[in-house]
């Protein structure tokens, strides 16, 4: 297919759809309505996230490609290795950006994210206690995750390994 005729597709397509949803909105409660709007947002950050994992991966590639080396932890290289379903966390060169691998993707997390995560890990209590801590806090900053990594509720597998991997990637310093 061309490009002029997928980007018409894509054009009928986001037309139909406009107006499915323009159609549902007057059968919609308040609650639905929110929900939608949540989404939305939630849609548009992810949208933004890719964008910048895209431009991220595309500039070290450019930068590996021009010195003949890897620079940094985020390479093209580094992503396909994501495939085994195992995870992983990675820091960005500067240290201002963290990515989460899983499968044959990854989500980025500002350092303020990884250290509030990291603390809640490393806090008090049983491992299910914090493995509902990080559920909640996942809940109400970044909801993203949960289509990233299929995190069902507080007792599923894959967050017990994220938890793990966080204690095991990151110590907690004194002060």
């Known amino acids: 297919m061309t490009a002029k005729k997928t980007v018409a597709n894509e054009d ?3 037309k139909a759809l406009t107006k499915e949803l323009k159609s549902l909105i007057p059968k ?3 609650e639905g309505l929110s ?5 939305a947002k939630i849609h548009l950050y992810n949208m933004q996230v890719d964008k910048l994992n895209q431009a991220t991966t595309a500039a070290n590639a450019a930068s590996a490609g021009a010195a003949g080396i890897a620079r940094g932890n985020v390479t093209p290289k580094a992503i396909g290795k994501a495939g085994d379903g195992k995870l992983r966390i990675e820091g960005t060169e500067s240290g201002s950006s963290y990515y989460l691998f899983y499968r ?6 500002s350092r303020d ?3 509030r995560l990291v603390k809640i890990a490393h806090a008090p209590g049983t491992d299910l206690e914090i493995r509902e801590r990080l559920y909640n806090w996942f809940d109400r ?3 993203d995750i949960f ?3 299929p995190i069902k509720d507080k007792f599923d597998e894959h967050l017990k390994a994220f938890a793990a991997l966080l204690k095991k ?7």
């Open 12 to 14: 009928t397509q986001q």
């Open 28 to 30: 919609l409660d308040s």
């Open 35 to 39: 929900f939608l709007v949540e989404q």
């Open 104 to 109: 044959n993707s990854n989500i980025m997390f």
């Open 113 to 115: 994210e990884i250290l």
């Open 141 to 143: 900053e970044r909801r």
């Open 147 to 149: 289509a990233f990594l």
């Open 169 to 175: 990637s990151f110590k907690v310093r004194e002060k």
